[in-house]
């Protein structure tokens, strides 16, 4: 790659997106750190996201996930995957889009219900009915991804790979329009 491309690039989008399996194989091909927001959380406290939610509730985890965005998102040569719900604090989303290039990965309802059905560390997938727990997020996120996004990916089809791909592409153009702007 000929172009410099954004030291700093977070995904974000809803649970089941694919933030993390993406976010690792953009990091490998960039050669840069892979850093998630919910397994750091999880690396601090020595607690898994389930548990913090339990003691601490949901602000409690949301308190716990503004400050490791705080700081990660001052680091430089990164793919940080956020959580879903980290674009609700105001804090978070000016961190995100004044520090770094923020690539929203969107999926629908049915391929997060599909992809995060066999999966029991979501405390906020914990009832009955999935898929409308699953709507009523992402007609309240939804808005929020779209607004803080610099690029939008559908990852509804695609594999990791083919998807990065595209990723990389659109970074590529971004910093070729930046420098022909400068």
Same mark, same amino acid.
């Given at each position: 790659?000929? &172009?410099?491309?954004?030291?700093?690039?977070?995904?974000?989008? #809803?649970? =089941?997106?694919?933030?993390?399996?993406?976010?690792?194989?953009?990091?490998?091909?960039? &050669?840069?750190?892979?850093?998630?927001?919910?397994?750091?959380?999880?690396?601090?406290? =020595? /607690? &898994?996201? $389930?548990?913090?939610?339990?003691?601490?509730?949901?602000?409690?985890?949301?308190?716990?996930?503004?400050?490791?965005?705080?700081?990660?998102?001052?680091?430089?040569?990164?793919?940080? /995957?956020?959580?879903? =719900? *980290?674009?609700?604090? $105001?804090?978070?989303?000016?961190?995100?889009?004044?520090?770094?290039?923020?690539?929203?990965?969107?999926?629908?309802?049915?391929?997060? /219900?599909?992809?995060? =059905? @066999?999966?029991?560390?979501? #405390?906020?997938?914990?009832?009955?009915?999935?898929?409308?727990?699953?709507?009523?997020?992402?007609?309240?996120?939804?808005?929020?991804?779209?607004?803080? /996004?610099?690029?939008?990916?559908?990852? &509804? +089809?695609?594999?990791?790979? $083919?998807?990065?791909?595209?990723?990389?592409?659109?970074?590529?153009?971004?910093? +070729? *329009?930046? @420098?022909?702007?400068?």
């Amino acid at each position: 790659m000929t &172009d410099p491309l954004p030291g700093r690039i977070f995904l974000v989008g #809803p649970m =089941g997106a694919g933030k993390t399996a993406i976010g690792r194989e953009l990091a490998r091909l960039l &050669d840069r750190a892979f850093l998630d927001t919910d397994q750091e959380i999880e690396r601090r406290t =020595g /607690a &898994d996201i $389930p548990l913090i939610f339990e003691k601490e509730g949901e602000a409690g985890f949301r308190r716990r996930e503004r400050e490791v965005i705080e700081e990660l998102t001052l680091r430089e040569n990164i793919v940080l /995957a956020t959580g879903g =719900g *980290a674009v609700l604090d $105001p804090a978070n989303r000016e961190n995100l889009s004044n520090r770094g290039f923020v690539v929203y990965l969107k999926a629908s309802v049915s391929a997060q /219900a599909g992809r995060t =059905g @066999r999966h029991r560390n979501r #405390p906020l997938l914990a009832t009955e009915n999935r898929e409308t727990r699953l709507t009523e997020l992402f007609t309240v996120r939804q808005p929020l991804y779209e607004n803080l /996004a610099q690029l939008t990916v559908v990852t &509804d +089809r695609g594999q990791v790979r $083919p998807l990065t791909q595209q990723i990389l592409r659109e970074l590529e153009k971004a910093a +070729r *329009a930046l @420098r022909n702007i400068c």
